[in-house]
């Protein structure tokens, strides 16, 4: 590829901010774009999830753009999910039998700025805010924008353009209206929305609650979560249906009933949020939706990245690590398919979106895990059961968490499919009661990859069907 061509990217979030850094060291001439003001200079995050789960595929990402340190150093470790249980003790159910491996907690604000300052080093970018897409030429890869503050419009024309532009994306929506373009498209919602509050630091900055773990307060069809922040405070997400149920978003109308709400299902975490009802009625209600397209590419020139192709829920924390995953398979197919976009776009597809669609899908798994079953007795069986397995014998055995979080070098897709048998080996042999004390960890190991292939096998049997 020429290192002259003009590549435009349509969106500055953090995959677009990714992709202009990583492209730009590739030596091309870059513009990124945005409609929104810089959030360096501006809060624009209020009522949006500001910290994210960083790991590992997240992390590679980051070590191939020479930015992992100055991002270790943004994170707050997470050791697995502290459960709070309704009138019980809460608990610790680590993420992974090795203590060398957990998620962190970071910033999506500053884990963006970075990027956008080390982007914005490089004499090869040039970075526009406040312009709004309002139009792609597919075939020409010419784009319009409109300044939000002039409503002055602009054309940029480029050699290749990457949209990038999230869930609502401008560049996606020109794919589905042209009529020379053949193009597939779903958007599907969960019955639940989502609302963020606040655990503020306590005295001198300190956690009111446990710093190291994503709290988790599950409810069976709603549930709480928080995650940790630098300054001591801890971002609270209500995942809570829209009309059903006693308690719901349509219904929550008065900051007494809100009040009500909490201190009835989630006191312990109520007990700690001075500013709950001014945080709920103040902060927006999000939606919760899975996008998933076909084809990216069109023309050779336009290709889908992150959101923008695949946006999921957020419930494997896999969505940031799943986009900046999306710019590493794409540097490798760059590398592979050196001066051939239409090729190095059409392999990209081939090998990524398979395992987008498992991301999504395992995260809509993950919902009603986290709400419903991590309070489980035989669930909470499981996870001990995993995680003896991973302390003990870490190279025969991975729980579908670990394949998913911490085995980067495997796909989606192998980890939803390995995950899933070796999750239903499991709870089968738990619930015919042939794992027992009398077994040794190793018996119970072999039994459970016993079952785990023939549950796998019986799968192959049924895809060639």
């Known amino acids: 590829m020429k290192k002259e061509e003009h590549i435009l990217i349509i969106g500055a979030g953090l995959c677009g901010s990714l992709l202009a850094l990583r492209l730009a060291q590739r030596g091309y001439q870059v513009s990124l774009i945005e ?41 707050i470790p997470m050791q697995g999910r502290m459960i709070h249980n309704l009138g019980q003790d809460e608990f610790l159910s680590r993420y992974s039998g090795l203590e060398s491996e957990y998620i962190n907690s970071i910033s999506r604000t500053d884990l963006n700025a970075l990027l956008l300052d080390e982007a914005e080093k490089m004499s090869n970018v040039s970075i526009q805010f406040n312009q709004s897409c309002t139009d792609v030429d597919l075939q020409k890869a010419h784009a319009t924008f409109e300044d939000y503050n002039t409503k002055e419009t602009q054309t940029i024309k480029a050699d290749i353009i990457f949209g990038a532009d999230g869930a609502g994306s401008i560049v996606r929506k020109s794919m589905l209206e042209d009529h020379l373009f053949l193009f597939s498209f779903s958007q599907e919602y969960l019955t639940h929305g989502y609302k963020e509050l606040t655990i503020p630091p306590g005295e001198n900055g300190s956690f009111r609650i446990e710093k190291n773990a994503l709290h988790i307060w599950p409810r069976g069809e709603n549930m709480v979560i928080a995650l940790p922040n630098l300054d001591g405070s801890f971002t609270v997400t209500l995942f809570l249906s829209y009309k059903e149920g006693e308690y719901n978003f349509k219904n929550l109308t008065t900051p007494e009933k809100v009040q009500e709400y909490f201190d009835k299902a989630y006191p312990s975490a109520a007990a700690h949020m001075p500013t709950l009802t001014e945080d709920f009625f103040n902060n927006p209600t999000g939606a919760l939706g899975t996008v998933k397209c076909s084809p990216w590419n069109s023309f050779g020139k336009v290709m889908l990245m992150g959101d923008a192709a695949h946006a999921i829920v957020p419930f494997y924390g896999q969505g940031m690590n799943a986009s900046f995953e999306d710019v590493v398979v794409l540097d490798e197919m760059i590398e592979k398919y050196e001066e051939d976009w239409n090729t190095t776009f059409l392999e990209y597809q081939k090998k990524r979106k398979i395992d987008t669609d498992a991301i999504a899908d395992l995260a809509i798994d993950n919902f009603h895990e986290m709400k419903e079953h991590t309070a489980a007795p035989i669930f909470q069986q499981k996870r001990k059961l995993e995680t003896a397995f991973e302390q003990e014998f870490p190279k025969e055995y991975a729980s579908k968490y670990r394949l998913v979080t911490f085995q980067e070098e495997i796909g989606y897709a192998e980890a939803l499919e390995k995950g899933r048998a070796q999750d239903k080996a499991i709870l089968n042999l738990l619930a015919q009661n042939k794992i027992d004390a009398q077994l040794s960890l190793q018996e119970k190991l072999v039994l459970v990859n016993q079952e785990t292939q023939e549950i796998l096998n019986e799968d192959a049997v049924l895809k060639v069907k």
């Open 35 to 75: 409609k929104r003001p810089d959030l360096r200079s501006t809060d624009i995050a209020a009522g949006r999830s500001i910290n994210l789960a960083f790991s590992d595929r997240g992390i590679k990402a980051m070590n191939l753009v020479g930015l992992k340190g100055k991002a270790k150093d943004l994170c």
